[in-house]
């Protein structure tokens, strides 16, 4: 895999379809990598990981400015939605500016309680660091997740 796999649509497909080898405790992905113009492609789908938690991701990548243009990162349990990631600008907001765009939205009122999202990047892939906050806070207690 290249050192960073947003040079080329096959090497973030590699990263995409390899990460239920890279992350045991994935039980399931539904990612695809859908190619919507020659050097543009949408990441949609879901990686499941058993106890009904499941990440959506949508991700619009740009291989020709090797980079991610815009992403949506929802967790859930059930029917039941416990976070997301977005990268909607809010530069009106202070508290957002250490890592403006990108932020999470948590509880209690997810929808407009915002905290800065340190790591997320457009440059380099989300989702190992993503699937790793997952297996830190929701899989701990179970030793075969990976």
């Not at 919507?36 to 938690?53: C, D, K, S, W, Y």
């Not at 999202?117 to 380099?124: D, E, H, K, V, Y």
């Not at 190992?128 to 906050?133: A, H, R």
Request: overall charge neutral.
């Amino acid at each position: 895999m290249a050192a960073n796999p947003l040079v080329s649509i096959e090497a973030y497909e590699a990263l995409i379809y390899g990460l239920p080898d890279a992350f045991p405790c994935i039980q399931m992905s539904t990612l695809v990598v859908a190619s919507i113009g020659p050097v543009t492609a949408v990441v949609r789908g879901e990686v499941h990981f058993g106890q009904r938690l499941y990440l959506r991701v949508i991700e619009v990548v740009s291989f020709r400015q090797r980079r991610i243009e815009r992403y949506g990162y929802e967790m859930w349990r059930g029917d039941t939605e416990l976070w997301w990631y977005d990268s909607w600008p809010h530069p009106d907001l202070p508290d957002l500016r250490s890592t403006d765009p990108h932020h999470k939205h948590i509880p209690p009122d997810i929808k407009h309680h915002r905290v800065p999202a340190p790591g997320l990047s457009f440059t380099a892939p989300n989702l190992p660091l993503l699937i790793q906050e997952v297996k830190r806070t929701y899989l701990v207690h179970n030793k075969t997740t990976g």
